[in-house]
T-cell receptor, first 115, second 114 residues
Framework: DGGITQSPKYLFRKEGQNVTLSCEQNLNHDAMYWYRQDPGQGLRLIYYSQIVNDFQKGDIAEGYSVSREKKESFPLTVTSAQKNPTAFYLC??????????????FGPGTRLTVL | GENVEQHPSTLSVQEGDSAVIKCTYSDSASNYFPWYKQELGKRPQLIIDIRSNVGEKKDQRIAVTLNKTAKHFSLHITETQPEDSAVYFCAASRNSGGYQKVTFGIGTKLQVIP
């Protein structure tokens, strides 16, 4: 399944709580990404990271935070500031070969529901 | 920033017919165009991709065409089968400050009717 895992598969959060979604890859990929998927809106980029200890905001970063302390791991925290966090969250990784960009490998996703 | 438009949003075809999904992009710096297939409840998986120095690419029943001048690219599936039923996403990718910035279309739900 591509060597990229996410946990948990389902997550329930009460309003006002922060939650952290895990993403781990053993593909030795430099770049990692977080996307949010909502019905009818495709995949929207939250954050992305090229190397350890560096990351950039995507198109919808407000209310989210990330860290990249290890090459293999890119956890996403959904904070209480995120107004509508119920969604399906996908993590992905990719590698660059000779400066060219290549396919992204996706994890199985985490479905977050706010109660 | 990049904007990728994809249509149609839903597509129903009879088994054995062809299906075509079209996408347009806005940023001329985009140079890599992957297509992903996402079956219900599963992760997106790459089915074919094309780089900006190529106009067409084919892999068995799947082909992708790219028109850089018009900034549009299309996915063609021939001899469709029920297992082709899924959501298909196009994407445009460019170098953004050393990062690969990928923008996805909203997806096309393809239904192949047996």
């Amino acid at each position: 399944d591509g060597g990229i895992t996410q946990s948990p598969k389902y997550l329930f959060r009460k309003e006002g709580q922060n939650v952290t979604l895990s993403c781990e890859q053993n593909l030795n990929h430099d770049a990692m990404y977080w996307y949010r998927q909502d019905p009818g809106q495709g995949l929207r980029l939250i954050y992305y990271s090229q190397i350890v200890n560096d990351f950039q905001k995507g198109d919808i970063a407000e209310g989210y935070s990330v860290s990249r302390e290890k090459k293999e791991s890119f956890p996403l925290t959904v904070t209480s500031a995120q107004k509508n966090p119920t969604a399906f969250y996908l993590c992905a990784s990719s590698n660059h070969r000779g400066g060219a960009y290549n396919e992204q490998f996706f994890g199985p996703g985490t479905r977050l529901t706010v109660l | 920033g990049e904007n990728v438009e994809q249509h149609p949003s839903t597509l129903s075809v009879q088994e054995g017919d062809s299906a075509v999904i079209k996408c347009t992009y806005s940023d001329s710096a985009s140079n890599y165009f992957p297509w992903y297939k996402q079956e219900l409840g599963k992760r997106p998986q790459l089915i074919i991709d094309i780089r900006s120095n190529v106009g067409e690419k084919k892999d068995q029943r799947i082909a992708v065409t790219l028109n850089k001048t018009a900034k549009h690219f299309s996915l063609h599936i021939t001899e469709t089968q029920p297992e082709d039923s899924a959501v298909y996403f196009c994407a445009a990718s460019r170098n953004s400050g050393g990062y690969q910035k990928v923008t996805f279309g909203i997806g096309t739900k393809l239904q192949v009717i047996p």
